[in-house]
């Protein structure tokens, strides 16, 4: 197993007390897989992601429990020199808004070179050609002219590219991407995710792919799990998860997608009544209750395990027991 993450939990810091965002996370990334976080906006998919590199603020945010074993080293207690190795080298990370990722005062080359200049050991001169290899690798048109550029001279689409070229520039063993076509337009959004899927694959790499849209998730990864409040709500593969969800939350994602059909007329698609609590505001019992369709009295005061739910599969809900 490349990264295997148990038991995470993540706090912030604030005027009303502890606020646990991540709590109890557990779930491992294998060598040459994809691995899918899914979940709506809010639901701490993002902050798991950041803890591993170590890239919340503290304070305000504290590690509360847990580990996260990369290549059998812990990266939440790393020292600060041995996680800067690891950052860019052994794990590449391509985030949300590349507009606000990249150095606005810096050439787009200047920043792919960087990763080279400092885990792999090149010069300048040879980091800067490399760069602009990288570059065209992912699909930059004249790219040693547009290694010159600086991020605000660039669109969207580029910025993206530039973000996957500097996180795949060192060949890292494990590529983080977190919602990294949100910031585009439709048309660019598959292009960018099988240029990202493409090049992990050929270098064999793994992925952690962190999105809130299933479509992706179908097409992309081969397991998933569902995060709802701060907890894995359901996991497993990506296929029987789409196929027949367990859990009332992914049963209710799902039913919601977009689809077409022949001769469908205007029709409201189904949704999830109200929104995703604040963490210090959860319900007692399952997180989910007050949303549920299929609530019932134990689910308001208790919380419940992860309950098999299949052939490598689990769900946090009672209705596995019942």
Known sequence: MLLSVKDLAIGFDTSEGLSRAVDGVSFDVPRGKSFCLVGESGCGKSITALSL????PSPPARLLSG???FEGQDLLT????ALDKVRGGSIGMVFQEPMTSLNPVLTVGRQVAEPLRLHGGMGRKEAEAEAARLLDQVGITQAAQRARAFPHELSGGMRQRVMIAMAMACNPRLLIADEPTTALDASLQGQILDLMVALQRDKGSSLLLITHDLDVVAGYADSMAVMYSGKIV???PVKDILSGPAHPYTQGLIASRPRFRPGMRHERLPSIKG????PLRRPP?????????KVFERCTREMPPLLPAGPGRQSRCWLQEE
Do not use: H, I, K, M
């Not at 790393?78 to 020199?81: E, R, S, V």
């Not at 929104?275 to 604040?278: C, D, E, M």
């Open 234 to 236: 359901e996991d497993g």
């Open 275 to 278: 929104s995703v609590p604040p």
């Open 67 to 69: 580990t996260a074993l």
């Open 53 to 56: 590199l170590g890239l919340l």
């Open 78 to 81: 790393l020292p600060q020199p």
């Open 285 to 293: 019992g399952c997180a989910f209750s007050n949303r549920c369709p």
